[in-house]
């Protein structure tokens, strides 16, 4: 199985770019989540889908993020315009209905904005 | 605010001595624990995870955790690190049951050989 696969894995962009993170979850996999990971503030859920269907989008920091699931093997976690302070780690971690409390994670995408 | 506490920030150690990294939570009612682990380069990876049963919960490479109900405690030990140990360790904490993950600062262990 080739994991939870990311893209790209590094990312460097301007100040007011729109950035596209992607993620092809575990196939298989129901549930896909997606987190931030900063000094300041740790790893932070951001949102997380089950079957396609967002469920919880409360740690999306604001309306510049967006995410969407167009079907089972496909996710954009999209910042538009992007800010300096959107520079983190991002991952992206799937489950299966199977093991609903084991989430897989992906390398994640390193997002530096200037 | 409910949190998840893990006490040490960097732990250097020598291969073949003891380790143990604290975690505490501030959630109340029954709680889903983990433990993962971030390799140098790496993704992270689930180490061990209790939910019920036996408070002792061994997982891969030697890592075991003991939950504490009573000081809401779920400490990660190994009884002799390797260098390959060596890596960032997260505990997380399902407070709901619904699979969302709140994840402690994290610990880097650094084992020197």
Request: aromatic share 14%; net charge negative; hydrophobic share 35%.
């Given at each position: ?6 893209s ?9 770019q ?10 298989g ?46 996710s ?8 300096p302070?959107?520079?983190?780690v ?7 209905y ?17 | 605010?409910?949190?998840v506490?893990q ?34 380069g ?7 995870k ?37 890596a ?5 904490v399902?407070?709901?049951n ?16």
């Open positions: 199985d080739a994991g939870v696969i990311q790209p894995r590094h990312e460097v962009t301007e100040m007011g729109e950035v596209t993170l992607r993620c092809k979850p575990i196939s996999h129901n549930s896909l989540f997606w987190y931030r990971q900063t000094m300041m503030r740790g790893l932070e859920l951001l949102i997380y889908f089950n079957n396609n269907v967002p469920i919880d989008d409360s740690g999306m920091p604001e309306d510049r993020f967006s995410a969407k699931m167009p079907n089972a093997s496909f954009t976690l999209k910042i538009q315009p992007s800010e302070r959107d520079s983190a991002y991952f992206c971690a799937s489950s299966s199977l093991d609903t409390d084991t989430q897989y994670f992906g390398p994640g995408t390193r997002l530096t904005v200037l | 605010a409910q949190s506490s006490h040490n920030h960097h732990v250097i150690l020598s291969e073949a001595a003891s380790l143990e990294l604290g975690c505490n939570y501030s959630y109340g009612g029954t709680v889903n624990l983990f433990w993962y682990v971030q390799y140098p790496q993704h992270l990876q689930l180490l061990l209790y939910f019920s049963g036996d408070p002792l919960v061994k997982g891969i490479k030697g890592f075991e955790a003991e939950f504490i109900k009573s000081k809401f405690s779920f400490n990660l030990r190994k009884p002799s690190v390797q260098w390959s140990d060596t960032e360790y997260f505990c997380a399902d407070p709901s619904d699979y969302k993950l709140s994840f402690g600062a994290g610990t880097t262990v650094t084992v020197r050989a």
